[in-house]
């Protein structure tokens, strides 16, 4: 049974994100499991050079401290994920809950947290600040591959921070410009988080459970707390819809394989070429 309820769409019109239980099954979460800590392990024994780019994302890049691996841009290097992309439900709830006519598979992340180290938390942020894309429908598509319960590293929200008319200038992007038109200082989604009363909102999670978080949804994960040996294992995936444009400012992440490409068009959707529908309404 298709797992996305008219419930759903509704919180994350509201919120800014949901969560959408039992999305997966315990096959796929074992596959893209296996998936990830093969990929870790080969970066960790013969290094990230091994791996080669592609057309539409940065080339593969680990990061492996204080308990916690960040692993970007694996997807296009473990077939198990393409699999994914291509024969699960997830083009499918992604377009249904963000409300979409189409949507197509951008970039990936996948966050390994192990022992109980601080570093095992995700500072606050928002996903959007260093997009070279503008729209709305640009979700973070985040899975448990683990049991995520409150002891484990959940995802927190700021709920209703979605709205904001504005990014803001993320210490990831340049620091060397003035704040451009339409951005606000770092500072204030920080003490928009730590202000009295904030409406923040924690996620706990069952291995296979999906949530979408909006672009401009303010979050973070708790470090891991639990006493009990194991791990917090998920990945994220980041979607284009059918409002997003392609026009990267001073601050968006570069992506020179994009940057250069003549198909790449500024103020146009991304060309079918490079990102291939996979999903439509």
Not at 107 to 129: I, R, Y
Not at 171 to 187: F, K, M, N, V
């Given at each position: 049974m298709f797992?996305?309820?008219?419930?759903?769409?509704?919180?994350?019109?509201?919120?800014?994100?949901?969560?959408?239980?039992?999305?997966?099954?315990?096959?796929?979460?074992?596959?893209?499991?296996?998936?990830?800590?093969?990929?870790?392990?080969r970066v960790r024994r013969e290094g990230v050079e091994v791996f080669a780019g592609s057309t539409t994302q940065n080339p593969l890049s680990m990061d492996d401290r204080d308990g916690a691996v960040v692993l970007r841009n694996l997807m296009h290097h473990a077939p198990e994920f393409d699999e994914w992309l291509r024969h699960s439900e997830a083009a499918r709830i992604v377009g249904t809950v963000i409300g979409a006519d189409h949507v197509r598979f951008w970039?990936?992340?996948?966050?390994?947290?192990?022992?109980?180290?601080?570093?095992?938390?995700?500072?606050?942020?928002?996903?959007?600040?260093t997009f070279p894309f503008w729209g709305e429908h640009m979700p973070s598509f985040w899975v448990a591959l683990t049991d995520v319960p409150e002891d484990n590293a959940p995802m927190r929200t700021l709920t209703g921070s979605h709205r904001d008319p504005f990014r803001?200038?993320?210490?990831?992007?340049?620091?060397?410009?003035?704040?451009?038109?339409?951005?606000?200082?770092?500072?204030?989604?920080?003490a928009r988080?730590?202000?009295?009363?904030?409406?923040?909102?924690?996620?706990?999670?069952?291995?296979?459970?999906?949530m979408l978080i909006h672009p401009k949804t303010i979050h973070s994960s708790l470090p891991r707390r639990s006493a009990a040996p194991g791990r917090r294992l998920a990945f994220t995936t980041r979607w284009l819809g059918s409002d997003v444009t392609w026009d990267p400012d001073d601050l968006a992440v570069r992506i020179p394989s994009l940057d250069n490409h003549p198909l790449m068009r500024r103020g146009c959707p991304p060309p079918e070429e490079l990102f291939p529908v996979l999903w439509s309404r």
């Open positions: 797992p996305v309820t008219e419930e759903h769409v509704r919180t994350y019109a509201e919120e800014g994100a949901v969560l959408v239980p039992g999305a997966f099954s315990t096959e796929w979460v074992e596959r893209l499991a296996g998936a990830i800590d093969r990929i870790v392990a970039m990936d992340a996948s966050f390994l947290k192990e022992g109980h180290h601080s570093g095992t938390a995700t500072p606050w942020h928002n996903d959007v600040c803001y200038h993320s210490p990831l992007s340049r620091q060397d410009i003035p704040t451009p038109r339409g951005y606000r200082p770092w500072a204030e989604l920080l988080v730590e202000a009295q009363g904030a409406p923040i909102r924690v996620w706990p999670a069952r291995a296979g459970d999906a």
